[in-house]
């Protein structure tokens, strides 16, 4: 007896140890993000504003090309793959792509700023496109998705971006390690979950399409 109840009083400790773990980093992370909000809403505003010039405003022909090659490119990888296997090429590409963003972001957020000025204006290329063949209807395809997978994208690049802000701080080796640090937590606890969520419907929806 004396033996089954210390077995369940470590058992009762290691559920708490993991508990207390889990609500610590959510909430260090929850708290990073609320700090981090200048440069989320900064980040939002340009996704915004490329975003929208790159629905509204034509592009030249050569540019027009070179987004063409992308999306001919993207079309080709994905082509013929399962449901599952787009759900994990989405959620490894937009994966890799907001570490890349958190990481990169130490040249003076340079690399997030020019990524997300980029990825902007093709979505709202695309849109155009879109809206073009299809109408307006179409674009209700990118909003299930895109409810997870943009404020994702957006906090990857803010972070990447106050990363390279570190060289402006009083301390600027201590503020690098705390934003790093908590850059790669936020990551973990908070995009990831957000991709894959987005990833699953997002390869549905294709799939269902297809």
Same mark, same amino acid.
């Given at each position: 007896?004396?033996?089954?109840?210390?077995?369940?009083?470590?058992?009762?400790?290691?559920?708490?140890?993991?508990?207390?773990?889990?609500?610590?980093?959510?909430?260090?992370?929850?708290?990073?993000?609320?700090?981090?909000?200048?440069?989320?809403?900064?980040?939002?505003?340009?996704?915004?504003?490329?975003?929208?010039?790159?629905?509204?405003?034509?592009?030249?022909?050569?540019?027009?090309?070179?987004?063409?090659?992308?999306?001919?490119?993207?079309?080709?990888?994905?082509?013929?793959?399962?449901?599952?296997?787009?759900?994990?090429?989405?959620?490894?590409?937009?994966? /890799? %792509?907001?570490? +890349?963003?958190?990481?990169?972001? *130490?040249?003076?957020?340079? #690399?997030? $700023?020019?990524? =997300?000025? &980029?990825?902007?204006?093709?979505?709202?290329?695309?849109?155009?496109?879109?809206?073009?063949?299809?109408?307006?209807?179409?674009?209700?395809?990118?909003?299930?998705?895109?409810?997870?997978?943009l404020p994702s994208i957006?906090?990857?690049?803010?972070?990447?971006?106050?990363?390279?802000?570190?060289?402006?701080?009083?301390?600027?080796?201590?503020?690098?390690?705390?934003? /790093? %640090?908590?850059? +790669?937590?936020?990551?973990?606890? *908070?995009?990831?979950?957000? #991709?894959? $969520?987005?990833? =699953?419907? &997002?390869?549905?929806?294709?799939?269902?399409?297809?």
């Amino acid at each position: 007896m004396k033996k089954k109840k210390e077995m369940k009083k470590r058992g009762n400790k290691n559920i708490n140890k993991k508990d207390n773990f889990c609500k610590r980093n959510y909430r260090e992370v929850w708290n990073y993000i609320k700090e981090s909000r200048n440069y989320i809403w900064f980040t939002l505003i340009v996704f915004v504003l490329f975003g929208l010039i790159g629905f509204f405003i034509p592009a030249s022909e050569s540019l027009k090309q070179v987004i063409m090659d992308i999306l001919k490119k993207l079309i080709e990888k994905t082509q013929g793959l399962e449901t599952l296997e787009m759900v994990g090429y989405i959620f490894f590409n937009n994966a /890799f %792509v907001g570490l +890349l963003s958190i990481v990169l972001g *130490v040249v003076i957020g340079i #690399l997030p $700023i020019m990524w =997300i000025v &980029e990825n902007a204006y093709i979505v709202g290329f695309v849109a155009r496109l879109s809206v073009n063949e299809l109408g307006y209807f179409s674009l209700w395809k990118i909003l299930p998705h895109g409810i997870f997978e943009l404020p994702s994208i957006i906090i990857s690049f803010a972070l990447g971006i106050k990363l390279g802000m570190f060289v402006f701080a009083k301390n600027p080796s201590k503020e690098f390690k705390k934003r /790093f %640090v908590l850059g +790669l937590k936020t990551f973990v606890f *908070v995009i990831l979950p957000l #991709l894959v $969520i987005a990833a =699953i419907i &997002e390869g549905l929806l294709i799939g269902f399409v297809g």
